[in-house]
Structures are given as structure tokens and as C-alpha cells.
């Protein structure tokens, strides 16, 4: 099993920042893509960036050109830094791994931006 916590959501201006956190726990070797997801009221939960073991990085086009995700392999952890926040970005925002072919899942964080 695998645990995902995820922190660092929260209530911002449009044309503010956030960094999002996620540490891996439990069973993470063998951990291949790390992903950020996000699901807004009404809407379904759609993929927002992604990384891979090896670097490569996949962002939505909505986020491109605002948003970095990157992973620190040595501590298990993902990061997601949000720039230029929009209102249309609020949304619960996951954190999302995959192990031998398991998909595991955080509890979500809350990110709202107000116009």
C-alpha cells in the first residue's frame, strides 16, 4: 500500500501562487508516474500535470506555461507550483501514483481563487 497526503491548498487572489505538496509513504519502491489531478464542482476529475521516474513531464493545456510539477525521487515527493492562479483552476486538487501497475490516490486539498 501506499499513502498520499497532500498539503498546501488554499483561498488566493487570481494572479496569486500555491505550492502543492505530496510525500509518498509505505510501500514506494517501485513508484513510476506521479501525477497531479484535479476535480471541480460539477465536473470530472481531469489530469493536470504528470512526471515519470525518468523526468519527463506532461501538463494540461489549460495549466501550461503556469504550473511546474517536480518530483524529489530521494524523498518520494511530488510538488506542484501553481503561478498566475485563475478562478477556473479552483478545484480539489490529488496527488496520484502508480506502483506495479496500482494506482493509489491522496485524500485531496482545496484550492479556491477568487476573482
Known amino acids: 500500500q501506499v499513502q498520499l497526503v497532500e498539503s498546501g491548498g488554499g483561498l488566493v487572489q487570481a494572479g496569486g501562487s500555491l505550492r502543492l505538496s505530496c510525500p509518498a509513504s509505505?510501500?514506494?519502491?517501485?513508484?513510476?508516474?506521479m501525477s497531479w489531478y484535479r476535480q471541480a464542482p460539477g465536473k470530472q476529475r481531469e489530469l493536470v500535470a504528470a512526471?515519470?521516474?525518468?523526468?519527463?513531464?506532461r501538463y494540461a493545456d489549460s495549466v501550461k506555461g503556469r504550473f511546474t510539477i517536480s518530483r524529489d525521487n530521494a524523498k518520494n515527493t511530488i510538488y506542484l507550483q501553481m503561478n498566475n492562479l485563475k478562478p477556473e483552476d479552483t478545484a480539489v486538487y490529488y496527488c496520484?501514483?502508480?506502483?506495479?501497475?496500482?494506482?493509489?490516490w491522496g485524500q485531496g486539498t482545496q484550492v479556491t481563487v477568487s476573482s
Open positions: 496520484h501514483v502508480i506502483r506495479l501497475n496500482l494506482y493509489y
Open positions: 509505505g510501500s514506494i519502491f517501485s513508484i513510476t508516474d
Open positions: 512526471a515519470t521516474i525518468g523526468g519527463s513531464t
